[in-house]
């Protein structure tokens, strides 16, 4: 127990880590006012985490396919706390960017090993009732993270950071309880003799997964990134309040993602990827046509379904799907592609938010995910028709 107990805990720590100072970007932003395209570098600091966990990913999967999990965990979790909280300190939008890079390779090494780990451990149905588990603690992690990170920016921009100084504290009992898996030092003996080709893996399997994940990031990321600002043009909010309508996204997610188990019983992986782009185009409809907080909040909840069912369906998907040896390295891409798409979501975002406005922004990625999950239903529809698997 105590071990599960770790793992959830540092799987608090990745997914929602950049979006821990959005409540505050406002505030940061003005306190950079006098720096030439202040909005673009503060906007940059929220997914600068995003950039490069999805940068150093691919060499966690390397490194510990071949090398082990636990001692890349122990040092990753004191680089995130060094870094995440280097806010507290630093005085320059160049320096508050290197700490936000240091702290985004931090997150890989930290959300592949902590996957690997679960897979590693559990098998069969409990491994989906594990990674439910574990999408579950990403969200709770983001509710309390983002709700105290709004509060914390109700005092001073630079209170949000010191959130990533809880890391200290996991990575002492990453020290006590994480042990390096039987599964794992097997698999790394028998790396060099048995190291799977890319022709023996699913490759057309994983790149589709991968191109969902990198879609779907960049729709949801549209969430941290504009909502303070969108939030802003339809009424007066804190950024308590701001905090509060990010985090009900998250705690939605958590509620779906620990049922996830129940539901894939009756789905798909397929099937399940239906619901995602179903529910999230609906949430972010009803955001782009909401005239009050309250509506706003209406469709983040909405939304919080779908991306309850994604992060376990992929994580699941892939771990079924490939060989214990290759795992490290096939995650480690699938969270290449999360952090890549939220890289990308602003760039994609704020030049249609120029041309159309943030509701309009909204509403074109809403159709365009609720387009995602009709095609898949005519996908599986010919499929099914043809007898044909895909």
Do not use: H
């Not at 890079?101 to 897979?119: E, F, K, R």
């Not at 890391?167 to 003996?189: C, M, N, W």
């Amino acid at each position: 127990m105590p071990r599960l107990i770790t793992l959830l805990l540092v799987s608090t720590m990745t997914v929602m880590a950049g979006a821990t100072i959005a409540p505050a970007l406002p505030q940061i932003e003005r306190f950079f006012s006098a720096v030439p395209n202040a909005g673009f570098w503060v906007r940059l600091m929220l997914t600068m985490p995003a950039l490069f966990t999805a940068l150093g990913a691919p060499f966690v999967g390397i490194i510990i396919d071949r090398f082990g999990r636990k001692p890349l965990l122990v040092g990753a979790t004191l680089l995130y706390g060094v870094a995440g909280g280097s806010g507290l300190v630093l005085n320059s939008l160049g320096g508050l960017l290197v700490g936000r890079a240091l702290l985004g390779l931090a997150v890989a090494a930290i959300m592949t090993t902590a996957t690997a780990l679960i897979a590693d451990y559990y098998l069969g149905p409990k491994r989906e009732q594990m990674m439910g588990l574990q999408a579950a603690f990403v969200g709770y992690g983001g509710v309390v993270f983002l709700v105290l990170g709004g509060v914390l920016a109700d005092i001073g921009w630079r209170w949000p950071f010191a959130i990533y100084l809880m890391a200290f504290a996991i990575g002492g009992l990453v020290v006590l309880f994480i042990t390096e898996p039987q599964a794992s030092r097997q698999d790394k003996e028998s790396l060099a003799a048995d190291t799977p080709t890319t022709a023996a893996l699913p490759m057309a399997l994983i790149a589709a997964v991968y191109a969902m994940m990198f879609g779907s990031m960049v729709a949801f990321y549209l969430v941290p990134v504009q909502l303070p600002f969108y939030l802003q043009t339809l009424t007066t909010v804190s950024n308590a309040q701001v905090g509060l309508a990010i985090a009900s996204l998250t705690l939605t997610s958590a509620i779906i993602s620990m049922n996830y188990r129940r539901i894939k019983a009756r789905l798909s992986f397929r099937g399940v990827m239906v619901f995602v782009y179903a529910f999230m185009g609906l949430g972010y409809g009803i955001i782009a046509l909401a005239q009050t907080y309250l509506g706003v909040l209406v469709g983040l909840v909405l939304a919080g379904v779908g991306l309850g069912l994604l992060m376990p369906n992929m994580n699941v998907w892939l771990s079924a799907a490939v060989p214990p040896n290759a795992r490290g390295r096939v995650l480690g891409g699938l969270t290449t592609c999360i952090f890549l798409g939220q890289f990308f979501s602003p760039i994609v975002s704020q030049p249609l938010t120029q041309r159309l406005g943030l509701a309009k922004t909204y509403g074109w990625f809403g159709l365009t995910m609720m387009a995602f999950s009709l095609g898949l239903v005519t996908l599986s529809w010919w499929a099914n028709r043809l007898k044909t698997p895909l």
